[in-house]
Each structure stands twice: as structure tokens, then as C-alpha cells.
């Protein structure tokens, strides 16, 4: 029996494999330089928003309707990026379990961080999706209650 085309498939198969492990890592890391771009570029962007409130009417808001709503703009840009980061962690964990923690129902039980959402941010500021859907939920719950 000849080993050596044993050998030879067996270091195809192996080479086949290592391939496709460095294509899986590649795009992981590809994965992991975006979503660190996008945190970087969202996180910029909200401090631009925060230092000069008129650029929330590229959004439809009107800072005088925040006001007759309870809210300043720096309170909502707060609220904005404290919900992106829920969401951001939720990507990056590539899950589909929008389970909110204890810490994201205290904060979603304020007012303010309900009226923020309900009127300024959901499908807005943040587009619908699962986690975003989630919120939505719980906090109409919440607001039914009051």
C-alpha cells in the first residue's frame, strides 16, 4: 500500500481546514473593526449632538417640542447612548435574546427615559429591530400602568 497518497489526502483535508478556520477568523475580525467603528462614529456623533442641539432637526426633532415634553437635549442624546450601548452589546453577542437586565428596566421605568424613547427615539433615532422592539414593549407595559 502506497501511504504516501494516504499522506497527501490527509494533508489536503488538513489544509482545507486551516483555511477555512483563517477565513472564519478574518471575518470575525473584520466583524469586531466595524462594530469598534461604529461605537467610535455613534459616540462622536452624539457628542456633536450634545454640544449643539439644533442638529436634532435633522432627525424631525424640534428641541422646542423636547422642552414641552420635559426633556432637554442633552438629557435625550444621555438616554440615546445609554439605549445604543444596550444595543451595541446585544451585536456583538450576535444573539437574538433581548432579555433585559435589571438594570435596563430601572432605567426604562423613569418617565423620561419612556417618553424619550416612545416619541424621539424608537424607529427614529434607533431604527425597529428585535432589541429595540423589546424596549418598546416593556415600556409600553409601563406606561399602560401609570
Given at each position: 500500500m502506497d501511504y504516501s497518497i494516504v499522506f497527501s489526502i490527509i494533508?489536503?483535508?488538513?489544509?482545507?481546514a486551516s483555511a477555512w478556520i483563517a477565513k472564519r477568523s478574518l471575518n470575525a475580525q473584520i466583524n469586531v473593526s466595524?462594530?469598534?467603528?461604529?461605537?467610535?462614529?455613534?459616540?462622536?456623533?452624539?457628542?456633536?449632538?450634545?454640544?449643539?442641539?439644533e442638529l436634532?432637526?435633522?432627525y424631525g426633532i424640534d428641541p422646542k417640542h423636547l422642552s414641552n415634553k420635559g426633556l432637554t437635549s442633552a438629557e435625550l442624546v444621555y438616554i440615546w447612548s445609554d439605549l445604543r450601548q444596550g444595543e451595541i452589546f446585544h451585536r456583538i453577542d450576535d444573539s437574538d435574546?433581548?432579555?433585559l437586565t435589571e438594570y435596563r428596566k430601572n432605567f426604562l421605568?423613569?418617565?423620561?427615559?419612556?417618553?424619550?424613547?416612545?416619541?424621539?427615539?424608537?424607529?427614529?433615532l434607533m431604527s425597529k429591530s428585535n432589541y429595540?422592539?423589546?424596549?418598546?414593549?416593556y415600556v409600553d407595559?409601563?406606561?399602560a400602568n401609570e
Open positions: 494533508a489536503i483535508i488538513v489544509s482545507g466595524k462594530n469598534s467603528a461604529l461605537i467610535a462614529q455613534t459616540a462622536l456623533n452624539e457628542q456633536r449632538i450634545a454640544d449643539n442641539e436634532l432637526t435633522l435574546k433581548n432579555i421605568d423613569n418617565q423620561k427615559v419612556q417618553i424619550a424613547f416612545s416619541e424621539f427615539i424608537y424607529g427614529n429595540t422592539d423589546t424596549i418598546k414593549c407595559k409601563q406606561m
